[in-house]
């Protein structure tokens, strides 16, 4: 019973660093990619033309390549190096900022003109129309997209473990190491399915309140 307290501690612990990793990387990365989106739009090319390439780099090489980046490559070029979750932080949220960028690109662009030029007519201005009238809209087309990621999210703190931060995935494997079982292994599984069926849940009822927008 005492091992089975102290597993189930270990447990709570590691579910614990998912979880700051999970809302910390969520608070960067969802208002970075709104910058990142306007960039990647704009018909300057010296703004859009590195937002592409950008873009590009990140969506096109492995989350786990750039967290083993971000946290080496800092000692090499300055001899200095980030704490292990300091950079689990920022190579997530950059990752992630990329993937909300080109959702939010694509939301803004399924607009049709007539809704600025209506706003026009209205005596809005581009800001007004863009937040009474263009932003609701955007929000209820892209929730689907972006509950996708979130989801993804949840599953990819995962990948932390790889430059040695302690969270769920992680303790698991050291608890089946111990215990030469995967139980453990598993059991991290139903916490992922639980954290994962909790976002569901949350963006399932976003969409249902988001309904009049139809």
């Known amino acids: 019973m ?9 447990f709570l612990k590691g ?35 590195p937002a592409k390439i950008f873009m590009l780099i990140v969506r096109g090489t492995p989350l786990i390549l750039q967290l083993i980046f971000v946290y080496f490559a800092p000692y090499y070029i300055f001899k200095k190096s980030w704490d292990r979750f300091t950079a689990a932080i920022i190579a997530m949220s950059i990752n992630y900022a990329a993937y909300f960028a080109e959702i939010y690109r694509g939301g803004i662009e399924s607009i049709s003109q007539g809704q600025y030029e209506a706003g026009k007519v209205l005596g809005f201005t581009k ?23 979130v989801i993804t999210l949840v599953k990819d703190t995962a990948l932390a473990q790889t430059i040695g931060v302690s969270e769920l995935f992680r303790a698991a494997q050291n608890a089946a190491s111990r215990e030469t079982s995967t139980i453990p292994i598993f059991i991290a599984g139903i916490f992922y399915f639980i954290m994962n069926w909790i976002v569901s849940a949350i963006f399932a009822r976003l969409e249902k309140k988001l309904d009049y927008y139809k």
């Open 15 to 49: 579910t614990g660093v998912s979880v700051k990793i999970f809302f910390l990387t969520l608070l960067f990365s969802l208002p970075l990619g709104l910058p990142l989106a306007a960039a990647r739009m704009s018909k300057n090319p010296f703004l859009s033309l």
């Open 127 to 149: 800001a007004q129309t863009f937040f009474r009238i263009i932003l609701p809209q955007v929000f209820k087309r892209i929730l689907p997209a972006t509950g996708n990621e």
């Open 2 to 10: 005492d091992e089975l307290n102290a597993l189930l501690l270990i």
